[in-house]
Nanobody
């Protein structure tokens, strides 16, 4: 089994910063794309940022220039540095990893989510 565990959420004032972390553990042969998604109340889950195993990143337009995704392959971890936070960034943030297990098959795994609340 594979587990993704997030940490780092919390309450912050508009303009502030937070850093989210996500660590994957378990039966991992290879960890491919990793990413962060978020879901606000009453809205669908949306992509925030992704990073490939070679470090190529992709961001939602709404967070470009404010958020930075990074990963540490040796630690099977991905991070999201969030700066200049806005109230509209308030959501539950989920970590996602594409994992190749011992069977050779790739499938996505999700973390349990961490709440980020930005007050105005």
């Amino acid at each position: 089994q594979v587990q993704l565990v997030e940490s780092g959420g919390g309450l912050v004032q508009a303009g502030g910063s937070l850093r989210l972390s996500c660590a994957a553990s378990g039966s991992i042969f290879r960890l491919n794309d990793m990413g962060w998604y978020r879901q606000a109340p009453g809205k669908q889950r949306e992509l925030v940022a992704t990073v490939t195993s070679s470090g190529i990143t992709n961001y939602a337009d709404s967070v470009k220039g404010r958020f930075t995704i990074s990963r540490d392959n040796a630690k099977n971890s991905v991070y999201l540095q969030m700066n200049s936070l806005k109230p509209e960034d308030t959501a539950v943030y989920y970590c996602r990893g594409s994992v190749v297990g011992g069977s050779g098959y790739e499938r996505p795994y999700w973390g349990q989510g961490t709440q980020v609340t930005v007050s105005s």
